[in-house]
């Protein structure tokens, strides 16, 4: 089944100008699909294509199972002769583009909705175009010029909740999703989108209950169980996650990229053998898969074989040189080791390829802050808090550098903002404290905090002596 699990997205298919059974072949295929007879699916779309040159929903699907198959290459020069012989033809413009990558992508797909700006569908591929690309305002705007262009089309308002979603409006991706959902029920890309974001938002039960729907849907679609797996990771059920991982292995045995999500749920129920056997059979699949390489990595570094993981972690990289979290783990491997000039270095490294990411931000600033450079983790921390305002962890982060600094106002704000995030918090009301009796002298509100930080149950017994003294000054 190659790389189906993972990269499949099936597509509802109306009818279209051609043969008279058009759906009723797609719909055999998509059956196909479903039974894990990938060749067979294959054929039939090949002819089906053949005979309905304009039908874009078929060939989008067969685009889509070529991909999934591995057969990027021969698609590609499939639909560029097909554009080559009709260069002024938009949707032979817009089936090539929507294979491409990266600027000439965006470069091919902005043509195609400015020669036909009416043109819902060339919106949708442009949006997404641009959301890989990280350009997330352009994405929402684009998707949403789809959904008014055509309000029916359900990829288009999938597209909007993906790319609101990647700016934090959760909400707003949850009605996109829903609204999809009422256009096309059987479109299982849309109920794992909303399952992950149901799991991310704390319902867990709504979550799963997306994916029984899918199942039911689809009951031999590996797919099904992988999201499955990824949603119980989201939910912290780490050893059901791994049962469904283990569950879909069986059903596409020869997909690495399905072994790399085993071995990373086995290694976080500590499965170690297991593990090691997943990640181990995913290179052996596939010896230039990186996140192959990373996963045996993050087992090593999970059993404490450092010099292991940085070498698998550095393959990792050299093989996948823009993905960010190959030179933060191995950050995280050289901090482990205590050479933290490595781990800043690594740091920065995916910091610049991930400028928003907030996680690579304080692990920097830790870094920077150990090895005596505060006042660089402050200027780190301040990005930190700009990007992730609702993080508390910044904010406290940020409190004590500030108060090391010999900053107190700035610590008193930031720990006051993180008791905004989380109030009663006797570890920040403790810390807050002592700037306001130590840093900034101020006696009125250090009493006030020390008797906050008491009736929310703390247990420094030097606060009750601290309290007593300021108490007995007035």
Same mark, same amino acid.
Not at 40 to 47: D, F, W
């Given at each position: 089944m190659s790389r189906l699990?993972?990269? %499949? +997205?099936i597509l509802g298919v109306p009818a279209q100008a051609g043969t008279p059974d058009l759906p009723e072949r797609v719909r055999e295929a998509e059956g196909c699909l479903r039974a894990g007879q990938q060749t067979?699916?294959?054929?039939? %779309? +090949?002819?089906v294509v053949q005979a309905n040159p304009d039908a874009l929903d078929a060939h989008e699907l067969y685009q889509d199972v070529m991909r999934a198959a591995g057969k990027d290459g021969e698609i590609l020069e499939t639909y560029r002769g097909r554009f080559q012989a009709a260069p002024e033809d938009v949707s032979s413009r817009y089936l090539l583009a929507r294979l491409l990558e990266g600027p000439r992508a965006l470069t091919e797909l902005r043509a195609v909705v400015t020669a036909e700006p009416g043109f819902a569908r060339g919106w949708v591929a442009y949006a997404r175009a641009l959301r890989r690309a990280g350009k997330a305002k352009q994405a929402e705007a684009a998707a949403r010029k789809a959904t008014e262009l055509e309000p029916g089309l359900a990829t288009a308002h999938e597209t909007l909740g993906w790319a609101v979603e990647h700016e934090g409006r959760l909400e707003e991706a949850e009605a996109s999703y829903r609204r999809a959902l009422e256009l096309d029920d059987q479109r299982l890309t849309v109920?794992?989108?909303l399952a992950h974001l149901l799991a991310r938002t704390g319902r867990g039960g709504e979550a799963m209950s997306q994916i029984a729907e899918a199942q039911r849907i689809s009951p031999k679609e590996p797919r099904v169980l992988v999201n499955r797996g990824l949603v119980l990771g989201v939910l912290k059920r780490p050893k059901e996650a791994a049962e469904a991982f283990a569950e879909a292995a069986r059903s596409a045995p020869d997909d690495p990229l399905l072994q790399v999500l085993l071995a990373d749920s086995y290694a976080e129920v500590g499965e170690w053998e297991l593990a090691l056997a997943a990640a181990s059979r995913a290179l052996s699949l596939d010896p230039k898969l990186a996140a192959a390489h990373a996963a045996r990595a993050y087992v090593a570094l999970r059993q404490g074989n450092t010099e292991a993981a940085a070498a698998s972690y550095r393959e990792a990289a050299r093989l996948d040189p823009k993905n960010a979290r190959h030179a933060y783990f191995?950050?995280?491997?050289?901090?482990?080791?205590n050479d933290l000039k490595q781990a800043e270095r690594q740091y920065r490294t995916a910091l610049a390829k991930d400028p928003d990411n907030v996680t690579y931000m304080l692990a920097l600033g830790g870094v920077l802050v150990r090895r005596g450079q505060g006042k660089q983790a402050l200027t780190i921390y301040k990005g930190a808090a700009k990007a992730a305002p609702d993080d508390e962890d910044v904010w406290i982060r940020y409190g004590h550098t500030a108060a090391d600094e010999g900053k107190p106002e700035d610590a008193a704000k930031a720990f006051e903002r993180a008791l905004i995030l989380e109030p009663d918090n006797p570890a920040t009301l403790l810390s807050l404290g002592i700037v306001y009796e130590v840093g900034l002298r101020d006696r009125e509100?250090?009493?006030?905090?020390?008797?906050?930080?008491?009736?929310?149950g703390g247990k420094d017994t030097r606060v009750k002596r601290w309290l007593a003294a300021l108490e007995a000054k007035k």
């Open positions: 699990v993972l990269l %499949l +997205a067979k699916a294959l054929e039939i %779309l +090949a002819e109920r794992y989108k191995l950050g995280r491997v050289h901090e482990k080791g509100k250090a009493i006030e905090t020390y008797r906050a930080y008491l009736a929310a």
